[in-house]
């Protein structure tokens, strides 16, 4: 059974079967399958009988679809941070998110961060592919929206 969506993102093996009236059956192929990926793949295997006559190639009804390689994408902000490297108001994450082959199942459109004020602050988002694959990624940012507070003191001048 093909992992998710009629894909397969893992190893699959193909026994093949058959059968032989007059000398009986040998033996069948069997074909380990584990990449590259691709969606029209045609494993083929043969059987032979007890005399040594081997049967045409064997192939599958229906091709298989294999993708065992995640969904790559990347993030990108709204607009850059200050010359310092702050945002210091809220700032939209776009992902960016693509798949040669299945196709992407799911992937965030944005996130946007507006709080807690912190210098270590992040987003983080995962896209799926149409196989079932997964990737994750993030994006670091420092963060402060707070103004200072401003304190006077009044100079001391000394005689």
């Not at 093909?2 to 007059?22: E, F, H, I, K, M």
């Not at 032979?48 to 790559?72: E, F, I, M, W």
């Not at 992040?122 to 149409?130: M, P, R, V």
């Not at 994006?139 to 003191?153: E, G, I």
Request: net charge neutral; charged share 10%.
């Amino acid at each position: 059974m093909p992992d998710q969506n009629g894909w397969y993102r893992n190893p699959v093996t193909v026994n093949w079967s058959g059968s032989d009236a007059t000398s009986g059956l040998a033996s069948c192929t069997s074909v380990s399958y584990s990449g590259p990926d691709g969606a029209s793949i045609a494993p083929s295997g043969t059987c032979t009988d007890q005399a040594g006559n081997t049967s045409a190639p064997l192939t599958l009804p229906n091709p298989l679809k294999y993708d065992s390689t995640p969904p790559v994408f990347s993030p990108s902000a709204d607009r850059a941070p200050n010359a310092k490297g702050w945002y210091r108001s809220a700032v939209t994450v776009a992902w960016h998110g693509s798949d040669k082959m299945s196709g992407i199942a799911s992937c965030p459109a944005s996130a946007t961060y507006s709080s807690p004020d912190s210098a270590n602050a992040g987003l983080s988002a995962t896209c799926t592919d149409q196989a079932g694959n997964s990737a994750s990624t993030s994006f670091s940012l420092k963060y402060d929206s707070t103004a200072p507070v401003a304190n006077s003191a009044r100079a001391r001048t000394l005689a």
